[in-house]
């Protein structure tokens, strides 16, 4: 007899097979679905901005979900364009290595330098046994290493290397708190009944179930909880404050630099530049959180610890400085090295002041010239005393700073890919005419104030970025906002610098930044945590960035003006049917 059509249904345990077959294979799916799924862009609408849309969107999606690896996705430009018939590969390759790809590159070398004689732990192990151990010192120890570090390395090696630091001054706060309380748990009692832990006082003879940490001391939780999100915002922070912190950076200064040399004009972002107008945003913001935690964990309370806590924390920060061992002839050249490179970065171009960059012809000497030099010479110069080469090495070659397999170990070399397809993915954008099309859609909001849009468009990027890559974020957004400024008769630097700087303020999930998700990593922080941490300080972060870009921002880049080179092209512009 012929089994009802109900029978040949798959079961319930057959449905959740399928859907994790279906789940084990989704990032095959999205690769091959989404081009499909988005052909009737280029079939339906014609011209070039519907084939540079198509491969955007196409890139956009796989950033976000992640189906290809990021840097991998980076590399279609160079199969999308050509396919399309917007760009040859030659052209579009031409655009992954060019002059900031470089000063990112040698920042990378430099950073790893730092970090593989570790000079980055005895920097923080310093900062900490000067500021003692009350906690919201402690967490101002923790958090001003962090900040500064993350200017120059990795914002993801800063904070998995303060996490464990703080791990361990937590640790011997906990044993001694439980020491000074053993007394007043004389008279309760611990048991697990099924799994349920049960609370019993002896003096008055009741019990209670408890939850899940609720035997912790919660002052204790609060700490850890402070402690761990003071470290990843401040490496979140110090990303801002120089121009090689983090990737969305050095994409806005190379996009910035090819939108000016279009119009025969020098980009005012420089090293110095950028110091001077992030620099004080990035402290504003760390300041602000550093109080912000004090009072939403700590509850502003004076410490509570005792003297014996006190110096078991010092004991602790101690003896892992003096594991380090004294400072090497090696950590000293590197430190040396760092500084010289930090000083040539300043001093190239000082504005109206001058600058050893105007020793040489114009437009030949950048930011990359001293960012590489010093990275070669960390493979030249020799990692021990000269007069200890014979009595180590009898004719073997001597070490250098830093050894290449290091450096090809250490460095990230996948963010030079990742940089070099936000920029290829900004040159579609213009050649097509992508962003002159979104810049001209956009200005139905030109009867806004421009700091209102500025605030709107900041909220909103600082918004995505906490579900995306803050570099796929800039890279699709900054040809669309050079292009809405000259739009809207700003200089392109207005909606550019501000929306950069805004995709690092991602604070409130752990998947939003790697210094979030190491943090959630070891366990004291949970979501709601982070989330309800992190929303005053996304809210405050875009007010001190708006805020500044219209006060010292405005100052230093004339903002609010739009620069000689473009008003020319502007005028011929707005006669012509072809604008707008």
Known sequence: MASAPSDRLPSKKG??????????????????????????ILLL??????????????????????????????LLPIILFPMVGLLSAKDVSNKYLNDTAMLFVGGLIVAAAIEYWNIHKRLALRVLMLVGSEPRWLMFGMMLPTWFLSMWI??????????????????????????????????????????VTIIRDEKTNTSRKIRENEIENPEYLRMCKALSLGIAYAANCGGVASLTGTNP???????????????????????????????????LIVAFIWLWLQFIFLRCRRSTNS??????????????YKNLGPVSFAQGAVIVHFVILAVLWITRDLGGAGGWGRI???????????????????FLFPAVLPWKFSDRYHGKSVPALLPWKAAEKMVPWGVVLLLGGGFALAHGSQVSGLSDWLGCELRVFKDFEPWVMNLVLCYIVAAATEVTSNTAICS??????????????????YFMFPTAIATSFAFMLPVATPPNAVIFSYGYVK?????????????????VLVLATETWGDAIFGFHTLPAAFKALNVTASNSTLKC
């Open 15 to 40: 449905w959740r097979n399928i859907l994790n077959l279906v789940f084990s294979v989704r990032n095959l799916l999205t690769i091959v679905i989404t081009p499909i799924i988005l052909l009737p």
């Open 45 to 74: 609408v014609e011209g070039n901005e519907a084939k540079c849309a198509y491969c955007i969107i196409v890139m956009a999606v796989y950033w976000i979900t992640e189906a290809l690896p990021i840097a991998v996705t980076s």
């Open 154 to 195: 990795s914002n993801t090696a800063t904070t998995a290397m303060m996490i464990p630091i703080a791990n361990a001054v937590l640790v011997q706060l906990k044993e001694t708190k439980d020491i000074e309380n053993s007394d007043a748990a004389e008279d309760v009692e611990l048991t697990e009944q099924n799994g």
């Open 249 to 283: 950076n050095v994409i806005m200064k190379g996009v910035a630099d090819k939108v000016f040399q279009s119009r025969n004009a020098t980009s005012p972002v420089t090293f110095a530049s950028w110091i001077q107008f992030c620099l004080p945003i990035s402290a």
């Open 307 to 320: 003297p014996e806590q006190a110096q078991r924390v010092k004991a602790v920060i101690r003896r892992e």
């Open 360 to 378: 040489f012809p114009p437009k030949t000497v950048t930011d990359s010239t001293p960012s590489i030099l010093v990275s070669i010479s960390l």
């Open 476 to 493: 699709l957004m900054m040809p669309i906002m050079s292009e809405l400024a000259m739009t809207l008769g700003v200089n392109p630097l």
């Open 527 to 543: 979501v709601a945590d982070m989330a309800m941490a992190g929303f005053i300080i996304n809210i405050v972060a875009v007010l």
